[in-house]
């Protein structure tokens, strides 16, 4: 049996070891246009703001691939896919046999449409290569920088700068930042806390030019106004890298379409991570969820699928998380109810950056804001998951006082609801809670 891997993050590093865990002694061959060993991009933001080193970055011991018996290919780009020949075209002209293909290739940034967009000194924060890009901006003594977008990536790159002494300005198309993550109170509470601490953030605004012989040195707003910068971010979301998928034939819509078992409209093709579009349990709807956690999650199921393990993915809980100096921040599930039946309840202290806002559809706890205070994300993220009835608990969840021992009388009445180990680790958690 020959596996082949196209992608060699989250998903298609979590799908060997799913595949190893069954077959020891079949061929995988994993395939990366990057030149670097496998890395977690959500820390790139940490190690450009000089919190982690390069080795913090890997998430699977150095000696991953070699003990896995994995054929990596890697700085090379997979630029087709030979179907019935079963074979996958690279880049360098080789071509990697397969029985069972998984697409894991992720999404790339979105580049805005802006004259003087291509010049140096305007990168994304996607890649390895892309932090080296930065790094030297800012060892060659980057004073000013802007960064385009006001989402997760947009944010952790301002708090990189910043924490490197660099005057970071904000552009937001948005009334807010972090638009598609949390909601204006929220965003207010954390904008006021990144103002303290130096960043500017200019929202309903964006940038029309950026200016400079070959390196930017200026940026205009469309409000007229112009920003001297020897750097700019581009933050502005991704894309799915779909292409390949599409050319030979897969079903696609904003993403590449799959079963409960990961396979893609052609047998013995895979598809999991960011390029994958999957159904969200919380709004009833199949979206991107380009998350780390999701990604995880499918390449997991993907690899076990490949070894013809029965497997059902239900579908995606979306989880942000974010840390910006001292203030923490995680989403679950549906932040921005948009339908009729939604209830909201909310407790929030902004002079001690505390928020916490709560979802409910029929009673079912289908999403949260937790900024400040997230130590018990996880037992959140299971009632979600769960999609039980809470209303014996609503009144608890945003006491100005929240203590999460309350919740072991709803564990212990509830214990069919949740498996073994899900009853166990919760009521541990819980009573370690208490009894501190």
């Not at 929030?348 to 400040?372: P, Q």
Request: with cysteine; glycine share 8%; net charge positive.
């Amino acid at each position: 049996m020959n596996y082949c891997i196209i992608g060699a993050s989250a998903a298609g590093i979590n799908a060997i070891e799913s595949i190893r865990a069954y077959d020891k002694k079949s061929n995988i061959a994993l395939i990366s246009d990057e030149d670097f060993s496998p890395y977690s991009r959500c820390l790139l933001s940490y190690l450009l703001a000089g919190s982690l080193t390069k080795e913090h970055l890997h998430f699977k011991p150095k000696d991953f691939l070699e003990k896995n018996r994995v054929n990596f290919q890697r700085g090379v780009k997979a630029e087709r896919i030979l179907y019935k020949e079963r074979k996958v075209l690279l880049s360098d002209k080789s071509q990697i046999p397969f029985d069972k293909l998984l697409l894991a290739t992720g999404a790339r940034p979105k580049i805005p449409r802006i004259p003087g967009i291509e010049k140096r000194g305007v990168y994304p924060l996607r890649t390895l290569s892309d932090a080296q890009k930065i790094e030297g901006c800012i060892k060659a003594g980057l004073e000013t920088a802007v960064v385009l977008g006001g989402g997760l990536i947009g944010m952790r790159s301002a708090y990189a700068l910043a924490k490197r002494g660099v005057k970071v300005k904000v552009v937001v198309k948005s009334p807010h930042i972090l638009s598609q993550a949390i909601d204006q109170p929220s965003a207010e509470i954390v904008q006021g806390y990144l103002e303290k601490r130096g960043i500017e953030v200019l929202t309903k605004t964006d940038v029309i030019e950026i200016s400079g012989q070959e390196r930017v040195e200026e940026v205009t707003l469309d409000n007229g106004k112009r920003i001297k910068a020897g750097l700019v971010i581009i933050g502005k979301g991704v894309v799915p890298n779909s292409e390949l998928a599409e050319e030979v034939g897969i079903k696609i819509r904003e993403g590449i379409l799959i079963e409960k078992n990961l396979e893609t409209s052609l047998k013995d093709i895979f598809a999991a991570g960011d390029v994958v579009e999957s159904f969200d349990l919380t709004s009833g709807e199949t979206s991107l969820n380009p998350l780390w956690p999701v990604a995880v999650e499918q390449g997991k199921l993907a690899g076990l699928s490949m070894v013809n393990k029965s497997v059902e993915y239900q579908g995606t809980v979306p989880m942000n998380s974010l840390t910006l100096f001292n203030l923490s921040l995680i989403t679950i599930g549906l932040v921005n109810p948009f339908k009729e039946n939604y209830s909201v309840m909310v407790y929030a202290d902004k002079k001690k950056y505390l928020y916490r806002k709560f979802i409910f559809y029929r009673n079912r706890l289908v999403g949260t804001i937790l900024l400040g205070e997230i130590e018990k994300a996880g037992i959140f993220s299971l009632l979600i998951r769960k999609m039980v009835d809470v209303s014996s608990l609503k009144e608890i969840f945003i006491e100005k006082e929240f203590n999460y021992a309350k919740i072991i009388p709803f564990i212990l009445d509830n214990p069919e609801i949740f498996k073994e180990k899900e009853f166990n680790d919760t009521l541990l958690s819980l009573q370690k809670e208490f009894v501190s």
